[in-house]
């Protein structure tokens, strides 16, 4: 009798860990003999080199099931240059998605009070707590986490926006960024050197840098800021505004609050049309936003500037 045709491979050969396909330790592709004879050697080779490439495109942390309805948490290795790091982040999918139609995409960045190691933390604000008592949120959302005593790295949060676009449905049409403080900042800071991979962006109570306002004219933009806002003036969202209207930019509003402190977020994103403004903007080309649908024509709702204070920034 013929011994059956299997081949196998170490997890940690391939730095692969959890599961597949309900295997863990190890992956093994059996054949019986009878079928190895009919579909042949090339058919077994390329059978196995898919199986393996699933593996590498799998992240750290997959063997949650990823529910409907449901945000699992996750982990993505990630190489930048020469630097090799973990990105870990809590993934929501609508209770409608189903693998067979693509759904828009929200990156959510958390403010500095989120970082660190508990990823619980992410959940206290925004999109990540707000899936939680809505099942039904029209969105696939992605929010990671930052280290302790970091700022968000623009180039793996591209790479994870990268990496979640391909694995699911997405219409890449409609992908979109929001945080809120430092993840405002990170907003900013993500849209100006990704400024062809966002449909629209919504950055609260945050800051860039007014010299990039020429790279994202063509994003529709929609800014919140506390107006009595003590720990980012909310001249920082407005010093943007003004820099992408001086470079002849009509995509861009700016929202600010009367009275409002720091915590402009709970507001803006208890705002159902906040969301419909988001939806009501796709890239008609996904790689050149800026003939896509439009935005209003820019708002100004400033209604006293307080002096701002450079020595505050995140």
Known sequence: MKPAIHFTFSTCAFGFTGKVKGLQ?????????????????????????????????????????????????????????????????????????????SLPLMLFLHGAGER????????????????SEKADFPFVVISPQCPKNKRWDVAQLHSLVTHVATTHKIDRSRMYCTGLSMGGYGTWA?????????????????????????????????AFHGGADRVVPPTRSQAMIDAIHKANGQNAK????????????????????????????????????????????????????PKDNPKVGF
């Not at 058919?43 to 942390?61: G, H, N, Q, R, Y």
């Not at 991979?197 to 109570?205: D, G, K, R």
């Not at 803006?268 to 003939?291: C, D, F, G, I, R």
Request: with cysteine.
């Open 116 to 131: 660190g190691d508990n990823l619980n933390q992410v959940k206290k604000w925004g999109p990540p707590k707000r899936v």
């Open 190 to 222: 993500m849209i100006a050197k990704y400024p062809k991979l966002f449909a629209a962006a919504v950055p609260i109570c945050g800051g860039g840098d007014p010299a990039t306002a020429k790279n994202i004219i063509g994003i529709p933009i929609w």
């Open 254 to 305: 700016l929202t600010i609050y009367p009275g409002v402190n720091h915590n402009s977020w709970t507001r803006t994103y208890s705002n159902e049309k906040v969301y419909e403004w988001m939806l009501s903007h796709a890239q008609v080309k996904p790689a050149n936003p800026t003939k896509g649908k439009q935005a209003p024509r820019p708002i100004r709702e400033l209604l006293k500037r």
């Open 25 to 101: 330790e190890s992956a093994v592709l059996h054949v019986c003999p009878p079928v190895a004879e009919r579909v042949g050697f090339w058919e077994m080779k390329t059978t196995f080199i898919a199986l393996l490439a699933s593996c590498f495109c799998l992240p750290v942390v997959g063997a949650d099931i990823k529910k409907p309805g449901t945000q699992t948490a996750q982990e993505l290795k990630v190489k930048i240059g020469t630097k090799e790091a973990s990105v870990h982040y809590w993934i929501f999918l609508p209770k409608s998605y189903d693998k067979k139609k």
